[in-house]
Nanobody, 126 residues
């Protein structure tokens, strides 16, 4: 089992940056692909980004491509989401998630993921 804990959220002005972290418990972190999702009030949880076990393959939602960067440090059991040029539309609770399947055509689909963190709030003011 994997326990995930997000941190790094907060309040930032439009155009600013934040770096989210997701720390995983256990020794098997490197065997999971990791994803970031977000959920705004009244909306469904949506895919943001994903990174493969090795970090060699990444995916991004069109809405964040070019602004967000996902990375991981397997030695530290941590995955990161660097968010630049933030917009008010990025306001949401951000969740990290772990997927035991490294090769998934459904990487954007929340039920694909096996474990979830509690989430961290990101608020972008205009």
């Amino acid at each position: 089992q994997v326990q995930l804990a997000e941190s790094g959220g907060g309040l930032v002005q439009a155009g600013g940056s934040l770096r989210l972290s997701c720390a995983a418990s256990g020794r098997t972190f490197s065997t999971y692909a990791m994803g970031w999702f977000r959920q705004a009030p009244g909306k469904e949880r949506e895919f943001v980004s994903r990174i493969s076990r090795s970090g060699g393959t990444t995916y991004y939602a069109d809405s964040v491509k070019g602004r967000f960067t996902i990375s991981r440090d397997n030695a530290k059991n941590t995955v990161y989401l660097q968010m630049n040029s933030l917009k008010p539309a990025d306001t949401a609770v951000y969740y990290c998630a772990a997927d035991a399947n490294d090769y998934s055509g459904n990487y954007y689909y929340p039920p694909q993921y096996d474990y979830w963190g509690q989430g961290t709030q990101v608020t972008v003011s205009s």
